[in-house]
């Protein structure tokens, strides 16, 4: 059976078996998601939106929808995966299922729990009725499928002039109990007035096994929030991600979303910002270092659609082997959108022959005094600064690798959080293959 | 030639200028001092007829001619020159073209034919010259990428070749060195004549060591202070501003 | 306030008539209404085609027929309905003209107040001419002088007659006719256009140039023009575009196909100034243009292109670097003003090593016009040491229009190095004040701006053509800041 048809068809025991409460907003929520996505069905490569990425070898696996973990996972299994030099509040899931054991999550100052609770418990009906499902898009066909089988993820919900004290730390991880899986977390992250958080999201895949995630996160930044989120991607080659993030601006906030791609077979990230008011700042980054036959698509949209707004958008590719990058980045400046200051920057380097790039930098605008620029380059390393380095007794390979790492730099040189810098920094050089021999 | 008159101008609904009262005859060089922040080129952007700026009070006359309804390009036509502090750039358009088209439209508002191209040509020679510009500095697009001093330089040269009436220098000293603020200062006192007058803006003596003034004046909080002749710009270069607050 | 405001400059240019709007009372032999097979071999026929030329047409009609209008690119429009245009309109006259005096003298005066009359361009300018009315070429100026060098300078439809094998070898080997829906439409019913062969080694002595016109209401125009310029020749050739000035809209739908073998230079430029509708958005050209160019060895195609016409514009010149060493290159401006949109752009396919190309696109949209840049560059997995370089720039007047950019770029080869920039802006206060002081209106000063911003590309079009185009940048935009 089709994937498709196969997902179609195991709707109805999904919400029956799941002790899901078919009498509340989200089951219709779930219902028109299901209708939607069996009208749109999977993206193919006509869609101009897909036309640099394609699902269809994916899709050919027979994945278990509803994977049971087999082997029970301990601290120790994942603890190479957390950020353990600083202190943060951690949400654990494996197989998709909540682990507490492993967990650390809190109520006191804010909320930093899960979606299961807060899709049932009334104290959060609120919350899930303003925002859950709100701003996913419903062309999105991929979101809509996430929304009917939303069951689990992080719920975090932060009230008004609140500092989370400390960052938390999200990561899903599949056992591989089967031999195809697909997951489907959902987050939803709501932050109030004058408030501000740091979050950091990774999916890793524990097994040799194939595992898709299909992963839906909504961001709510209300007047003068800050939100920064970093996204974690260095899975196993077995590993597939689409990842669509949607992020809703109020005025005044900042909100800044880094993505970093190390790993997985097939990575699609969709982000989308919108805006609801003026003089909002919205940041995004992102660096890609591939190898093998990996495969990244970052897809992008900034919707401008008040005056006096910013965004900053700077991504980096490094492609290496057969490796092949997709950056489609959409800015479209409403006519409303007077002042707006736009940004994009987009820089690949290709390694070896066989690497590629598909870049469309995407350009629409209806105000006229604004400041928009973007800008493109595919290159190489400069021969001339290598051979420098060489003559200066640098081994040819770690001369590359510093070349490449400062190439790089800017888009790490943004991150906050210094314990996750210094993480991110000893990836990237294991990534470009060398020992972490230096510290810019 | 110039009568400006209790003159009250604001700008985004705040008052810059707060009654000015300013005579300048023909043949007269007057030079305007000021701390920074007090007016100066608020005062010569009124003059020119800069639409943001709104006149709430009092009037600028021009031999007999109120201004209030004139656009900055009538006022252009006739016979008002302003050196930009701050010269505009624009791309791609040269300091010939330029400089040929507001010649040629400047003609145009007085009924004159245009100037043919062969004479055009020589007067921008004969001016360059004068200004010791080099030629292939006149095929570059219009104050783009020139440094501060060419800039300036450009302006008088634009001045040269226009022959205005009144022309309003602000702070056209400001990033040349001392060979070319000679330069620059031959160059007006070779253009001053009985029929034309100049007013400069300036926070430095040294400029009227080259252009000497008429009259000086202190400009400060909107309001001309303090007026007298040209040993007034030494006694502020020594003094400074606070004695006149 | 004396002040011509830019309240009144809108006005100016609302109420500005299309210059060139006049229509010429020339009897038109012209065919019914619509298409089928037997419209296509009804045009072959009356142009006394062979029958491989006839066999071409109607492999292209079925193509067509299967075919869909595209409708990815960035234009809304009413598409036009194919069975309600007739295909084929030529003024009626003598069949074979030997001079200019037998020319139709309606048709003549018409090319004069094009501001081309013939004579003219005879006497002051080193310009050889064909002009294509509605469908037909009527007159090839310079006959004589090209034949001496052994260039072939006419209409396609006597090279079909004349040259066989060069049209038979050509035509349609770098646009086939399954191309895309409007080339596989014009390649069914081409009625004319021109066509010139410059031979080994000849440096054209004159600038080549085609005036196109629609005149008949309710046809549409279809030309193919075919450009081959043998091992190490060098030509310029120029089109020109304009059309009466109709409610209800006219379409045009042409190919052109250049083909530059080893070490040849061709230079293409167009300066397109189709009827772009009223004020009101009512009436005016579609243009729906295919235009490619294929590069040998060390050849070059480039591609200029001044656009300020049509209602709805779709136009993609662009470059097949075959050969290594080629160089292609692309320089647009494109001015869109009131109801206008303009969907433009190119196509660099580097399939050569060390091939370069060059895209430099500027857009101007006004009124309530649209303008988007589409292009592709494009390095293929084998293509060693390919360079582009584009940078695409847009000026907004007024908060009614919009600037768009749809750049691809593909690199699959590690030595590609590709440049891309763009910007958005728009005419500064600051900028305007300067010229006002100066003694320029602002009028004149948009229109001097505007030149500032289309310099590059204004630089690239022959001088005879320069200062035509910079008066029709003026007078599609006059005023239009908001
Ligand atoms: N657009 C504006 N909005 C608000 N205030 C303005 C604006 N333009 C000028 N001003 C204010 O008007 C005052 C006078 O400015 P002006 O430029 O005339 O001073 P100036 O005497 O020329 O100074 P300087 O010596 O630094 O050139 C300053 O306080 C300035 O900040
Ligand atoms: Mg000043």
Redesign the interface.
């Known amino acids: 059976m089709e994937l498709k048809d196969k997902l179609v068809s195991s709707f109805l025991a999904f919400e029956n078996k799941g002790g899901l409460d078919l009498d509340s907003n989200v089951h219709e929520l779930r219902l028109k998601a299901i209708q939607n996505f069996e009208n749109q069905g999977f993206p193919s490569k006509k869609d101009?939106e897909w036309k640099y990425t394609n699902l269809k070898p994916l899709l050919k696996n027979d994945f278990c929808l509803f994977p049971e973990t087999k082997n029970p996972v301990g601290y120790k299994n994942i603890r190479e995966y957390l950020i353990n030099e600083i202190e943060s509040y951690t949400l654990i899931f494996v197989d998709g299922v909540f682990s507490s054991f492993l967990s650390d999550t809190t109520h006191e100052e804010c909320d930093v729990c899960v979606l299961s609770s807060a899709l049932t418990k009334p104290k959060y009906k609120m919350v899930i009725d303003n925002y859950f499902n709100t701003i996913a898009k419903e062309n999105n066909s991929l979101a809509e499928l996430n929304t009917a089988f939303t069951k689990e993820g992080a719920f975090i919900n932060i009230p008004k002039n609140t500092i989370v004290p400390k960052p938390i730390q999200i990561l899903y991880f599949s056992t591989g109990s089967e031999n195809e899986v697909l997951l489907q977390p959902r987050n939803l992250v709501v932050v109030g007035e004058n408030s501000h958080v740091q979050i950091i999201e990774r999916h890793q895949n524990l097994s040799k096994n194939t595992t898709f995630t299909n992963a839906v996160t909504e961001i709510f930044a209300h007047k003068r929030a800050i939100v920064d989120f970093y996204k974690i991607q260095n899975d196993t080659n077995a590993s597939s991600l689409v990842d669509s993030t949607f992020v809703s601006q109020k005025q005044q906030s900042v909100a800044s979303v880094h993505t970093y791609s190390f790993g997985g077979k097939m990575t699609r990230n969709n982000l989308e910002f919108y805006h609801e008011g003026e003089h909002i700042t919205s940041n995004l980054n992102g660096i890609s270092i591939l190898n093998g036959k990996q495969h990244v698509d970052n897809h992008t949209l900034v919707n401008h659609k008040f005056p006096n707004c910013e965004s900053h958008e700077l991504y980096k590719g490094i492609y290496s082997d057969k490796s092949a990058g997709v950056f489609n980045g959409k800015v479209i400046v409403q006519?409303a959108a007077?002042k707006t200051n736009a940004f994009q920057q987009n820089n690949?380097i290709?390694?070896?022959?066989?690497?590629?790039?598909?870049?469309?930098?995407?350009?629409?605008?209806?105000?006229?005094?604004?400041?928009?620029?973007?800008?493109?380059?595919?290159?190489?390393l400069d021969e001339s600064a290598l051979f420098y380095m060489q003559s200066r007794g640098i081994p040819k390979k770690e001369a590359k690798a510093l070349l490449l790492f400062a190439f790089g730099n800017d888009v790490v040189e943004k991150i906050k959080i210094p314990q996750l810098k210094s993480r991110i920094t000893k990836l990237i050089a294991e990534n470009l293959g060398v020992q972490l021999g230096f510290d810019l | 030639m110039l009568s400006i008159k209790n003159l009250h101008a604001n700008i985004n609904d705040k008052e810059i200028l707060k009654g000015i009262n300013l005579e300048i005859k023909a043949g007269e060089v007057h030079a305007i001092m000021g701390p920074n922040g007090s007016g100066k080129s608020t005062l010569s952007a009124v003059i020119a007829g800069k639409e943001e700026y709104e006149v709430t009070q009092g009037s600028v006359i021009l031999n007999n001619e109120d201004l209030e309804d004139s656009a900055p390009e009538e006022r252009a036509h006739k016979g008002i020159f302003l050196s930009f502090q701050y010269p505009v750039e624009i791309p791609g358009v040269t300091v010939t073209n330029f400089i040929k088209t507001a010649i040629n439209e400047t003609r145009k508002a007085k009924g004159q034919e245009e100037l043919p191209a062969k004479d055009m040509l020589k007067l921008i020679r004969e001016k360059a010259d004068l200004l010791e510009i080099d030629r292939k500095f006149l095929s570059r697009s219009l104050n783009e990428g020139f440094s501060g001093g060419e800039k300036k330089r450009n302006e008088i040269f634009q001045m040269a070749m226009l022959e205005p009436k009144l022309a309003i220098l602000d702070e056209t000293d400001s990033g040349l060195d001392i060979d070319a603020l000679k330069v620059v200062a031959n160059g007006v006192n070779k253009l001053k004549s009985k029929d034309n007058a100049v007013l400069v803006i300036t926070h430095y003596q040294r400029l009227l060591d080259y252009i000497v003034p008429d009259f000086v004046h202190v400009l400060h909080n909107g309001k001309i202070v303090k007026s007298g002749g040209k040993e007034l710009a030494l006694e502020l270069e020594a003094k400074g501003y606070d004695w006149l607050k | 306030m004396s002040k011509f405001t830019e309240d009144d400059l809108k006005k100016e240019l609302e109420t500005k008539e299309y210059e060139y709007g006049f229509y010429t009372d020339i009897e038109a032999d012209k065919f019914p209404i619509g298409l089928n097979e037997e419209v296509v071999i009804a045009i072959s026929k009356k142009k006394n085609e062979p029958d491989w030329m006839t066999e071409w047409r109607l492999k292209a009609f079925k193509v067509w027929k299967e075919m869909k209008e595209p409708e990815w690119a960035n234009v809304h429009y009413k598409k036009p309905s194919f069975q309600d245009i007739s295909y084929y309109s030529a003024p009626v006259q003598k069949p074979k003209l030997d001079s200019l005096d037998q020319v139709d003298p309606e048709l003549l005066k018409t090319f004069e107040k094009l501001g081309i009359s013939i004579d003219e361009q005879k006497r002051l300018s080193n310009v050889a001419v064909d002009i294509v009315v509605d469908s037909v070429s009527v007159a090839t100026t310079f006959k004589k002088t090209l034949n001496e060098k052994g260039i072939i300078f006419m209409p396609i439809s006597e090279a079909i007659q004349e040259h066989p094998e060069l049209v038979k070898k050509y035509l349609g080997s770098i646009v086939p006719q399954s191309d895309n829906f409007y080339a596989a439409l014009n390649s069914a019913v081409f009625s004319d256009g021109s066509f010139c062969y410059i031979p080994k080694g000849v440096t054209c002595p004159m600038e080549l140039s085609t005036y196109f016109r629609i005149n008949e209401g309710g046809t549409g125009q279809f030309e193919r023009t075919l450009v081959i310029a043998d091992k190490g020749s060098y030509v310029s050739y120029l089109e020109g575009c304009t059309a009466p000035q109709r409610d209800e809209n006219q379409l045009h739908a042409a190919v052109v196909e250049l083909i530059a073998l080893d070490d040849a230079e061709i230079k293409y430029s167009t300066v397109q100034n189709w009827f772009p509708g009223g004020k009101d958005g009512k009436g005016g050209v579609y243009n729906f243009v295919t235009k490619r160019g294929l590069c040998e060895k060390n050849a070059k195609i480039s591609w200029t292109q001044v656009e300020t016409g049509s209602a709805v514009t779709w136009k993609y010149p662009s470059c097949v670097l075959k050969g290594d060493n080629s160089v292609g290159e692309f320089y647009s401006i494109a001015v869109t003003n009131n109801y206008q949109q303009a969907d433009t752009g190119t196509k660099m396919i580097h399939l050569g090593n060390n091939t370069k190309s060059t895209i430099i696109s500027k857009g101007v949209s006004a009124g309530k016009s649209q303008n988007s840049y589409r292009g592709l560059v494009q390095v293929g997995p084998r293509t060693k040491n390919a360079r582009n370089f584009s940078q695409c720039d847009s000026l907004l007047m007024g908060d009614q229009c919009g600037a768009h950019t749809f750049p691809y770029i593909e690199a699959k080869n590690k030595t590609a190095q590709i440049e891309h920039e763009a910007t958005t802006s728009k005419i500064g206060e600051d900028q305007l004040f300067y010229c006002n002081q100066r003694g320029i209106d602002t009028e004149k000063a948009i229109a001097l701006i505007v030149n500032g911003f289309s310099k590059d590309v204004l630089n690239k079009l022959p001088m005879e053509f320069a200062v035509e185009a910079q008066k029709l940048l003026e007078i599609s935009l006059e005023g239009s800041v908001g």
């Open positions: 101009e006519q007077q690949n290709l390694i070896d022959d066989g690497a590629s790039i598909n870049a469309k930098p995407q350009l629409e605008i209806f105000a006229d005094d604004v400041k928009c620029s973007h800008g493109c380059t595919i290159g190489q």
